[in-house]
């Protein structure tokens, strides 16, 4: 409460515009995530790693929209190439040449992408590559795991991660849940009802769920069972594509047969896309009308610009700058906690990283602690030391970044787990 309290005394214009926001929006806002108690901080403006809150404050941004703003915020070239795209018109209900090369670019990056088509949003992109699967496979049921996490539509409601979720809709049709790194359930699950299942759709790294990568024999027995079962494997890369130029599925070895994606690459504006095999990606055909995909704003030309700067930026190199980074920041921490003996596991892998307040490996969905309360502390912590995170812990690196941002960060840490610790 000492933590609330010192917030409190610095965000009053915060407070003020949330109290106005509440009056509009059910719990002062429109999205779930960035609400925390007692009220979020409102930002006024970005620039790189820094968000400037409406009380001036200065944040170190560990957050970066979700890992959406991979080049921090308002990079140049980003910033003109949707500017130039904007004065020339923009949402024209018709195809524009922008939206090709975007489309070639993820072609070009990832193998198992053939053939791609775009959305608004990941939660649209899974919602329709579901939608492809049980067209291309004639089946209905769709399988997941535990604690993935995949947008907000009824089908992947199920089996989701946070305690706040936990629970909800349990008795959701049509979608089966299986256990997250455990061969042999996958194994159990395949055996008994393997030939029902349109599709076995998966996050590389279980994201929302406490970041934790999948294990190559996870992966590799999802991938031969599916093929085995004639299930389309389909991996969620909508936060992962960032860990390699062709996503978690080049970093670690397997290919599946549909991949969603999203976030990175729109350049910070709302975007989804979701692609995979032509013979696949072919129900999507207008002259077939197997499935029926559109969207007033889809390919939206600006979020298009704004993709192929963004991509471009995220070079081999860029991307090995940011997972060296993410490494040096999981083991410093690390360290810093064991320092002080406070049982810490860091997870993540490339430019992600989450905390749990655990010394135990956290291999699975299961191992997760129940360390809400600390987490929270942590966050309010940090936030206080001027440093922003995720309220569960969760963070990621962006491209302006160097050590020295790193250096702020652990020291920000360090103090914060005084906090916890208290
Ligand atoms: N899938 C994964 C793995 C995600 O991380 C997210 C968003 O956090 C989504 C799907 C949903 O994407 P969106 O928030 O753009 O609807």
Not at 127 to 154: I, N, S
Request: aromatic share 6%; with cysteine.
């Amino acid at each position: 409460s000492r933590l609330i309290d010192r917030y409190r005394d610095r965000t009053s214009n915060s407070r003020d515009l949330f109290e106005e926001a509440t009056d509009v929006f059910p719990g002062g806002d429109t999205r779930a995530a960035t609400y925390h108690r007692p009220y979020p901080s409102f930002i006024e403006s970005a620039e790189g790693y820094t968000l400037t809150t409406a009380d001036g404050e200065v944040l170190l941004d560990f957050l970066n929209n979700y890992s959406t703003a991979v080049h921090g915020h308002a990079p140049e070239p980003i910033v003109h190439a949707i500017t130039d795209q904007v004065e020339r018109g923009n949402a024209l209900g018709a195809p524009t040449e922008v939206a090709t090369e975007l489309g070639q670019r993820l072609v070009d990056r990832v193998p198992s992408v053939e053939s791609v088509r775009f959305a608004n949003s990941g939660t649209e992109a899974t919602l329709t590559l579901l939608e492809v699967a049980k067209a291309a496979t004639g089946r209905e049921r769709v399988l997941k795991v535990d604690g993935g996490y995949h947008g907000h539509h009824p089908e992947v409601d199920v089996g989701l991660p946070s305690a706040d979720h936990r629970g909800r809709h349990p008795e959701n049709v049509g979608t089966e849940t299986v256990a997250y790194n455990d061969v042999d359930a996958l194994k159990d699950v395949f055996a008994e009802h393997g030939e029902e299942f349109a599709v076995f759709v998966l996050e590389p790294i279980l994201g929302a769920g406490g970041m934790i990568p999948a294990t190559t024999e996870y992966l590799e027995t999802a991938r031969d069972l599916t093929t085995d079962t004639e299930t389309l494997l389909a991996f969620d890369e909508i936060q992962t594509l960032r860990l390699a130029p062709g996503g978690a599925q080049q970093r670690y070895g397997v290919e599946p047969d549909l991949t969603a994606l999203g976030k990175v690459i729109g350049g910070g504006l709302p975007v989804g896309a979701f692609g995979g095999r032509r013979e696949i990606m072919d129900v999507c055909h207008p002259e077939r009308r197997s499935v029926v995909h559109s969207g007033t704003f889809t390919a939206n030309p600006a979020t298009m610009a704004g993709g192929v700067a963004a991509l471009d930026m995220l070079d081999e190199g860029a991307i090995s700058d940011l997972n060296r980074l993410g490494a040096t920041l999981r083991q410093r921490v690390t360290e810093i906690a064991s320092a002080v003996d406070v049982p810490l596991t860091v997870t993540g892998d490339g430019s992600f990283f989450q905390v749990h307040f655990a010394d135990e490996p956290i291999d699975r969905w299961d191992d997760v602690p129940d360390d809400q309360v600390a987490k929270r502390i942590l966050f309010m912590a940090m936030r206080t030391e001027e440093v922003f995170i995720a309220p569960r812990g969760m963070g990621n690196l962006s491209t302006p970044m160097a050590e020295a941002q790193l250096d702020t960060f652990c020291d920000a840490f360090e103090t914060a787990l005084e906090a916890v610790e208290a």
